[in-house]
C-alpha cells in the first residue's frame, strides 16, 4: 500500500515536470543538438533540393565552433583545493582535498566533464551527479562522478534559481527494456 502511495507521488510529480513547457524545450534542443551535428537538412528539404538539381551537402561551421568552446573549457582539469576555516583544519582540509581528486580521477572526470561541456554547448545544459557505487571497491562502494543525459532529468518547473537550488525535487527518469529491468532486479522478475 506505501509502495503504490509513493509511485503514485512520484508519477504525480513527473507529470507536473513534463508540462507543455518541457517538452517544447526538449524538442527544440535535439533540433539544435542534430543541427550542430551536422543534421541540418530535413527529409523533405532533401528532396526539395534534388528535385531543382541543386546540392544536397551541408558544410557544417558549427561543430568545429562547439569542438573549439569544449577545448577552451576542459583544457585543463579542474583542481580542488578545499581550505580550512583556522589552522588547525588544515589537515582536514588536506584530506578532503585528496578525496575529491580520487573521485574525480576514478571516475574519469575529465571525459564526463567533457561530456558535460558539450552538452551545455549543443543542449543548452549539461550535468554532472555525484553518486554512490555500492558495488565498487569489492561491495565496499565508492563515491563515482556520472553524466546524465539531460533530456532524462526533470526538475521542478516552479524553481527559479539557475542551479535549481529552489527545486522541490529533482528527478531522473531512464526508460529501459523489461529484459534489461530484468537482469538489473532479478527478484522482481514476476512484478516487472
Do not use: C
Not at 55 to 63: A, E, K, Y
Amino acid at each position: 500500500m506505501a509502495r503504490t502511495k509513493k509511485s503514485d507521488s512520484v508519477r504525480q510529480l513527473f507529470h507536473l515536470a513534463n508540462n507543455f513547457t518541457r517538452k517544447q524545450w526538449e524538442k527544440v534542443n535535439q533540433k539544435g543538438f542534430e543541427f550542430a551535428h551536422d543534421e541540418q537538412l530535413t527529409t523533405e528539404e532533401k528532396r526539395s533540393l534534388e528535385e531543382q538539381g541543386m546540392p544536397t551537402f551541408t558544410i557544417n561551421r558549427i561543430l568545429p565552433v562547439v569542438e573549439m568552446l569544449n577545448f577552451y573549457a576542459t583544457d585543463n582539469n579542474p583542481r580542488w583545493q578545499a581550505v580550512g576555516v583556522d589552522g588547525s583544519d588544515s589537515d582536514v582540509a588536506a584530506v578532503m582535498s585528496d578525496l575529491t581528486d580520487y573521485i574525480w580521477n576514478n571516475s574519469n572526470g575529465s571525459s564526463l566533464y567533457n561530456n558535460a561541456i558539450n552538452d551545455s554547448v549543443t543542449k543548452s545544459i549539461g550535468y554532472l551527479l555525484v553518486s554512490v557505487d555500492k558495488d565498487a571497491d569489492n561491495g565496499m562502494g565508492e563515491v563515482v562522478l556520472q553524466q546524465p543525459e539531460p533530456f532524462d532529468i526533470y526538475v521542478d518547473p516552479k524553481s527559479r534559481d539557475m542551479l535549481f537550488s529552489d527545486a522541490s525535487f529533482i528527478m531522473i527518469r531512464k526508460v529501459l527494456p523489461k529484459n534489461h529491468l530484468v537482469r538489473l532486479f532479478p527478484d522482481h522478475k514476476r512484478k516487472i
